[in-house]
């Protein structure tokens, strides 16, 4: 059995989307409603679903709720891409929650993109 997906809520499906295409290299695969849902693909197979918040399941996302209850991680083959990450979202537009450290084992960095969505960019060796 593998995992073939994952479903964020956010306000702004646009908006989170766009980041994480351009900072993260996902290819949008489909749209579907206005704003209302995205389906984006890595080259290993995951699909990230980005979509509206749906009421049956709560109605709530993260930016709405002031909290962060997930985060979404990306590994990199190596230690200097997560360097160039870091300043790469630096400069563009990213909240960066602290600078790249060693941490458990790995080298790596959280930022929040639009949504309030925690992003670890790590390396392990």
């Known amino acids: 059995m593998r995992m073939n997906h994952i479903d964020i809520h956010v306000a702004d499906v646009a908006a989170t989307t766009a980041f994480l295409v351009r900072h993260f290299g996902l290819t949008l ?3 579907r409603g206005g704003n209302g849902l995205a389906i984006l693909t890595d080259d290993a197979g995951l699909e990230i679903v980005i979509s509206r918040p749906v009421e ?3 109605g ?3 930016q709405a709720l002031g909290v962060v209850t997930y985060h979404l991680g990306f590994i990199q083959r190596e230690r200097a891409e997560v360097d ?3 300043r790469e979202l630096k400069e ?3 909240e960066l929650v ?3 450290r060693e941490m458990r084992g790995g080298y790596l960095f959280y930022c929040l993109a639009p949504g309030r969505v925690l992003v670890e960019v ?3 060796e």
């Open 29 to 31: 695969r489909e749209t």
């Open 122 to 124: 790590g390396w392990r």
């Open 92 to 94: 563009g537009d990213a």
């Open 60 to 62: 709530a996302e993260q």
């Open 56 to 58: 049956k399941f709560g």
């Open 98 to 100: 602290g600078e790249p």
């Open 84 to 86: 160039r990450l870091y």
